[in-house]
């Protein structure tokens, strides 16, 4: 292939502000807000002698013209890049699938919801995360699964979570129910009387939406709860 004539940038990511940083600006305001060149920056991962990681993926975006033309890329194609070795082609190819799959499937092939226990097995990870998170669980009408956005992180406290925050995305998808879920990384998931308020809040928020929130499942290192068997799903 050609030579490259753009000129390598020298300064590494890290020495970034955490507001520039593509990772970071992705768990603070979500991966909508990013470039295409700071999400495959993420894939990446790191950057190679001489060259930070942003500019790689700025590079190889150009290289073949946009998204598109990088998504009808072959194995072989990407092989020949300056700059990518299996590791990296690895990742990059993987997330394409993952795209490409994510577009061309059928409600009938996305997991339907019948218990709490099979909302758990979406979002078990969460037992194994260090800062609390909050996930959305958002549900078609048949109660298929259309998306598990996370929206909050931080500690959990009814003067930060608003429902709008919660409800947000179900409006946006126009989903007629959710389920919320958050971890307790102390590792008990006894709900707390915090916990409990916000499940009420949410309960007349939905009401107002015409959102039905159909569980609040709390998360630990070894067992979880479900707010809904527990009864304590009330306004």
């Known amino acids: 292939m050609p030579p ?12 970034l502000p955490d507001s520039e ?4 600006r992705l768990l603070t305001h979500g991966a909508k807000v990013l470039s295409n060149t700071e999400l495959l920056a993420i894939l990446l991962r790191t950057g190679t002698a001489g060259e930070n990681v942003l500019h790689l993926a700025e ?6 013209g946009g998204l598109n033309g990088l998504a009808g890329a072959t194995l072989s194609d990407l092989e020949q890049f300056n700059g ?7 990742q990059v190819a993987a997330a394409l699938e993952l795209g490409r799959r994510a577009a061309t ?9 019948h218990s709490a226990s099979d909302a758990i097995a979406l979002v078990n990870d969460m037992r194994d995360l260090q800062q609390e998170h909050v996930r959305v669980i958002l549900l078609d009408s048949q109660r298929r699964v259309v998306a598990i956005p996370t929206v909050y ?13 919660i409800f947000r995305e179900a409006i946006t998808r126009n989903c007629p129910a959710l389920i919320l879920a958050h971890n307790h990384p102390s590792g008990d998931p006894s709900p707390s009387p915090e916990d409990i308020q916000i499940t009420q809040s949410l309960l007349a928020a939905g009401k107002l939406l015409d959102i039905q929130l159909l569980d609040h ?12 068997n527990l009864g304590l799903l009330h306004p």
């Open 4 to 15: 490259d004539t753009n000129q390598p940038q020298h300064f590494a990511v890290n020495r």
């Open 21 to 24: 940083r593509p990772r970071e």
């Open 59 to 64: 590079r190889i975006l150009a290289h073949y």
């Open 84 to 90: 990518l070795g299996q590791a990296k082609i690895a």
């Open 105 to 113: 499937s059928t409600p009938e092939e996305r997991p339907q919801i």
């Open 153 to 165: 992180i931080g500690t959990l406290n009814t003067s930060v979570l608003r429902a709008a925050e």
């Open 217 to 228: 499942i709390i998360i630990g290192q070894r067992q979880w709860v479900s707010l809904q």
